[in-house]
């Protein structure tokens, strides 16, 4: 109940709302459907932005979003889309009927060392379009090296654009310079930076 309440407080930040508007917009100019979000480090609150962003799609547009979970390594077949799980995404979202949640690994089939090439976003993608408004795509850290993982610089590549999440003010200062640069290099379309100030994010752990 605690992370719930905290969640529908942090979709009030003007932050969230600014980026939520910048999103819109590009909707509105462009075949605009996947959205990922990353994050330098571990625990910076991704996977709460993720959840915090798909609630407030849903809440002013009324159109359903669908959640991937890269991060969280599990059996194949052990989530269906809207089934509730002890994974802190499911948690969150576990209330709303708009917003569903799919770990990639069971809906393609992924074991553990899964190769880059069988990620199959794309085929997601183009599966749920008519579905959904919105797939927004939480993933594993960028600088987390783990062979089970699955990379998350490999998903937002095949995403249209990436958000990204960041507990350091330093590195909230020069993200368009260094890290946009780099991430557009290797083609990630950067639209968006959170500053993680803590507050909400802190509250839900």
């Known amino acids: 109940m605690k992370k719930a309440e905290a969640l529908l407080n942090y979709?009030?930040?003007s932050e969230t709302k600014d980026l939520l508007?910048?999103?819109?917009m590009l909707q509105e100019n462009a075949k605009f459907k996947s959205v990922v979000v990353l994050s330098e480090l571990s625990g910076e609150g991704k996977t709460f932005v993720t959840a915090a962003l798909a609630l407030a799609y849903t809440e002013r547009l009324k159109k359903r979003v669908l959640v991937v979970d890269t991060a969280?390594?599990?059996p194949a077949g052990a989530a269906n889309p809207g089934r509730p799980s002890p994974d802190l995404l499911n948690e969150?979202?576990?209330r709303s009927e708009t917003v569903d949640v799919i770990s990639l690994r069971a809906w393609s089939g992924l074991k553990k060392g899964?190769?880059?090439a069988e990620y199959?976003?794309?085929?997601l993608f183009s599966q749920v379009a008519a579905q959904y408004g919105l797939v927004l795509v939480d993933t594993s850290s960028l600088a987390r090296k783990n062979r089970n993982n699955l990379d998350p610089s490999v998903i937002a590549r095949q995403c249209d654009a990436a958000v990204l999440v960041s507990s350091k003010i330093e590195f909230a200062v020069n993200v368009s310079l260094e890290n946009r640069k780099r991430m557009e290099a290797s083609g990630i379309k950067l639209i968006g930076m959170i500053y993680n100030r803590g507050g909400a994010i802190d509250a839900a752990k």
Not at 21 to 24: A, N, T, V
């Open 11 to 13: 979709i009030q930040y």
């Open 21 to 24: 508007d910048r999103l819109l």
């Open 72 to 74: 969280t390594p599990r």
């Open 92 to 94: 969150l979202l576990e």
């Open 114 to 116: 899964g190769d880059a």
């Open 120 to 123: 199959q976003l794309k085929a």
